[in-house]
């Protein structure tokens, strides 16, 4: 599964952005700046087996790469639940579930959601699930 993220100049700067995880970094160069994404990715979670590459260095266009969907999509739930300043349990009250072990679970990756689950969470916290595929 890949997770876009974009990395561009700005102020004299490079930043990479990977909205999908809330996570934004900068560097010295492009470069930097896709290293520095890695190393947030890899500080918040340190046990996410991912590599950052480039998609599109030109366009400024780079991915999160990982093998197990299931973990990116649940980094992805809990970075935005973060980012919206809920706790599990405001999330699952938002999305109408009596508790909140299934959010948790979803989040921690031990119960794989569906896309349409998916959907459901990410359009609660306001943002819009986009499928791209590629060969």
């Given amino acids: 599964m890949l997770i876009t993220a974009k990395i561009f100049e700005d102020k004299g700067g490079w930043l990479a952005q990977c909205e999908s995880f809330c996570l934004m970094t900068q560097g010295s160069s492009k470069n930097d700046a896709l290293s520095m994404l890695s190393d947030a990715v ?7 087996n991912h590599q950052v590459t480039w998609i599109n260095e030109k366009e400024g266009l780079a991915a999160v790469e990982s093998e197990s969907i299931a973990e990116a999509l ?7 639940r973060n980012d919206s300043d809920l ?11 009596r508790n909140h072990n299934s959010i948790y679970a979803y989040e921690r990756a031990t119960r794989e959601a569906s896309f349409t689950k998916i959907e459901e969470l990410m359009k609660a916290l306001g943002k819009k699930l986009v499928i791209t595929l590629a060969s």
């Fill in 87 to 97: 706790t599990l349990n405001e999330f699952a009250n938002l999305v109408g579930s």
């Fill in 42 to 48: 890899q500080s918040l979670y340190p046990n996410f």
């Fill in 74 to 80: 649940g980094i992805m739930i809990e970075r935005n």
